[in-house]
């Protein structure tokens, strides 16, 4: 036989505790999800908000390319299937700092499978010299959205940096 007693006190704890519980689940449900990526970007070309959602065919990935005011060649010259790995070691948390500094963010993505692709930039500026730079840029997708990406470059002083901050000028 089980026998459970309460008195005033506990029942006034058991009843807060609800209630708190009551009050963080509502909470989390009735307050907006704030998801930042990509909308603090406005196009380049035609000055409307950049989504990064919705980037299901080649066109889609141009067009997002485009709305930066970035040109490259029609074709990507790599298609890549990878994985984000589940732990970062420095060179990815490195790399995920150039995604954080453009809103977007790796981490959320963690083991999950996902396709680069990657363009020849045709727009970049020129050097000093006047000779165009060789400059590829990277999308990360992960079901029809943009997660990640960077320009780089294999020139000797090569870089890595964002395509989000892109000037032609």
């Known amino acids: 036989m089980f026998v459970f007693s309460l008195n005033g006190r506990s029942v006034k704890y058991f009843g807060a505790a609800v209630l708190v519980c009551a009050v963080l689940a509502i909470s989390v449900v009735a307050l907006p999800a704030y998801e930042t990526n990509g909308t603090a970007y406005v196009s380049a070309v035609n000055n409307e908000p950049i989504s990064f959602k919705g980037i299901k ?43 954080k500094a453009q809103g977007l963010d790796l981490s959320k993505y963690k083991g999950k499978k996902v396709t680069r692709y990657t363009y020849e930039v045709t727009n970049y500026p020129k050097d000093s010299g006047g000779v165009p730079a060789q400059v590829y840029l990277n999308l990360i997708i992960y079901k029809d959205r943009v997660i990640g990406g960077d320009m780089s470059s294999p020139d000797g002083g090569g870089f890595v940096r964002t395509f989000c901050d892109f000037s032609a000028t």
């Open 57 to 99: 065919q080649a066109e889609d990935r141009l067009s997002f390319i485009h709305s930066f005011g970035i040109e490259v060649n029609a074709e990507p010259i790599e298609r890549f299937a990878t994985k984000i790995p589940s732990d970062f070691d420095s060179v990815y948390e490195e790399y995920n700092n150039i995604q």
